[in-house]
Structure formats: structure tokens, C-alpha cells
């Protein structure tokens, strides 16, 4: 048998983040403030709720043991999406328990990652509506990807006769942590197609080449990205920087393409260009 555990509150303002936050915190928001450049509303709310998340003066629920009348006092938490490692860490073990008991199917799964130009990770960054039409689009050109490549090798008479799916997770900073709106996304590495009873049957798919994998720019350079996205920027380098290239011709009407327009981002067209060719 497991030995006994006695439960032990944390104790979050001991750690070396909680000091340091509580430390500068303040002189950082006020620096803001009187350099005429306050701090979003989203952002104070997510500091200031860490400071306070575990201490038993911002209220806790008490917990009554009917066996040996045992009290114990157990703080709140912020329930903070940020950098809190208590919440952040229970939130992972939640979400990766329920993905992979609930969700995801025992199958082959492949990972796609989509990083948009700086032009447009500021605008998804405070626009939901348009981070979720961006990655509604991003999904939307994978999964015809692999329903065509499923209708080439499978001999299959329609695309519709091919079914797939995918989880996709916006992460909003990189490395350093700087604001970096990105998409990672975990689609299953293949098809399910239906029998003659309607039984599904998962069908592995090929691998992306590198030829599906890469697009060129109209001035010359290559970018690796995972599929053909309905999203391309050309270089710092290019005389053009800024302009947003979309793949489908369907897209040009859509809503995501009336959003840029609306903040003046110049859109064009791509079209894959044959290897050793370039423009001037």
C-alpha cells in the first residue's frame, strides 16, 4: 500500500516569481501609466490576479471531513491563463488527460504549426473573432489537402467520401516570450473512409513532400511552411514587406480578406512557381 499524504497548502508568495512580481509589478504599472502608455486591461487583470491567487485573505472555501471532523482551509486560485505554474500546470494535466481519453483517436497524429507574418499577429492578438476565422481558414485548406491526396491514392470517386479532423491550440508568445500569435495544430495523419455498412476504417495517408511543403514568393525566396497555407508574407527584404498573399482565388471574398482591407494590409494573390525559377 501507498503511504499516507498529508496535504500541504502551497504556498505561492514564498516563490522567487511571486516575490519578483510583487516587487516590481507596481513600478512597472505606474512607469506605464505616466509614460502616457498604460497597460492593456487584460494584461493588469492577469497580474494582479496571480498576486492574489492562494492567499487565504482573497477568500477559500472550507472543507469538512464528516468522519473525523477534520477542518481544512483551501485558498482560491486564479484560474489564470498567463504564467500562474499552479493553475497553467493543472490546466495542462486537465486538458491533455481529456484530449487524449475523450477526444483524439488512437491513431496516427502529425503535427502543423502556422506562423503568420507580424503584420497580423498584432491584429489576432485583440480580435477573437479574427484569430478564430484565421484558424477556421488554416484547418479548412489542410483538410482539403489530405481529402484530395485520399481521393489520389485511395481511388476514392469524391473528397466527401473522405472524413478527418483535427485539434488546433493557439499559442500566443514565443521563445522570448514576445507577443507571437501562432497555431499548433494536431491532425490525424490520414482518413477515415466508410465500408459498404457504414463501418469507418482509418486509412494512413502519405507524408507532405517538400514540393506541398514549400512556397515561393514572387521575389524569388523560399519559406518553408507545412501545407499550402491561404496565408503568405513575403520577406523583411522584399520591397513589398507587409503584403499578405492568399492562396484559393475563393478567399479573396471572405470575410477574413474584408478584415484586411479594413486595416489597410495590401492583399494579393500567390501562385507556386517551378523550381529554379525566379523574378526580378
Same mark, same amino acid.
Given at each position: 500500500?501507498?503511504? #499516507?499524504?498529508? %496535504? ?9 516569481? $511571486? ?14 501609466? #505616466?509614460? !502616457? ?23 477559500? #472555501?472550507?472543507? $469538512? &471531513?464528516?468522519? &473525523? ?5 483551501? /485558498?482560491?486560485?486564479?484560474? !489564470? ?11 495542462? $494535466?486537465? !486538458? ?29 492578438? %485583440? ?12 484547418? @479548412?485548406?489542410?483538410?482539403?489537402? @489530405?481529402?484530395? =491526396? ?8 469524391? *473528397?466527401?467520401?473522405?472524413? *478527418? !479532423? ?16 501562432h497555431f499548433h495544430a494536431l491532425v490525424l495523419d490520414g482518413v ?6 457504414? $463501418?469507418?476504417?482509418?486509412? =494512413? ?8 511543403? =514549400? ?12 501545407? /499550402? ?7 523583411? *527584404?522584399?520591397? &513589398?514587406?507587409? =503584403?499578405?498573399?492568399?492562396?484559393? #482565388? ?27 525559377? +525566379? +523574378?526580378?
Amino acid at each position: 500500500m501507498y503511504p #499516507a499524504r498529508t %496535504y500541504a497548502s502551497r504556498r505561492a508568495d514564498q516563490t522567487i516569481l $511571486h516575490r519578483c512580481l510583487s516587487r516590481f509589478w507596481p513600478r512597472v504599472r505606474d512607469g506605464c501609466e #505616466a509614460q !502616457g502608455r498604460p497597460l492593456p486591461s487584460f494584461v493588469r487583470r492577469e497580474f494582479e490576479a496571480y498576486l492574489r491567487c492562494g492567499d487565504l485573505k482573497e477568500g477559500f #472555501a472550507r472543507i $469538512h &471531513c464528516f468522519g &473525523c471532523g477534520l477542518d481544512r482551509l483551501v /485558498p482560491f486560485s486564479c484560474k !489564470g491563463r498567463g504564467f500562474c505554474p499552479s493553475c497553467g500546470g493543472r490546466r495542462m $494535466h486537465e !486538458g491533455a488527460t481529456w484530449l487524449c481519453e475523450r477526444v483524439l483517436p488512437p491513431v496516427p497524429l502529425r503535427q502543423f504549426v502556422l506562423s503568420l507574418p507580424k503584420v497580423l499577429r498584432y491584429l489576432l492578438a %485583440y480580435d477573437g473573432k479574427l484569430c478564430r476565422a484565421v484558424a477556421k481558414t488554416v484547418m @479548412q485548406e489542410i483538410f482539403r489537402f @489530405q481529402r484530395l =491526396q485520399a481521393r489520389k491514392t485511395l481511388g476514392l470517386s469524391s *473528397t466527401r467520401q473522405a472524413f *478527418t !479532423g483535427a485539434m488546433v491550440a493557439v499559442q500566443r508568445f514565443g521563445s522570448a516570450l514576445n507577443l507571437n500569435i501562432h497555431f499548433h495544430a494536431l491532425v490525424l495523419d490520414g482518413v477515415y473512409v466508410l465500408d459498404a455498412f457504414g $463501418h469507418p476504417s482509418f486509412e =494512413q495517408l502519405k507524408p507532405p513532400s517538400r514540393p506541398a511543403n =514549400q512556397l515561393r514568393s514572387h521575389s524569388g525566396s523560399t519559406r518553408p511552411v507545412l501545407v /499550402p497555407s491561404p496565408f503568405r508574407a513575403c520577406r523583411k *527584404t522584399c520591397p &513589398c514587406s507587409g =503584403q499578405v498573399l492568399l492562396a484559393p #482565388a475563393t478567399f479573396l471574398g471572405s470575410p477574413i480578406v474584408k478584415r484586411f482591407k479594413a486595416f489597410d494590409i495590401p492583399i494579393r494573390r500567390w501562385s507556386p512557381m517551378p523550381p529554379g525559377r +525566379t +523574378t526580378t
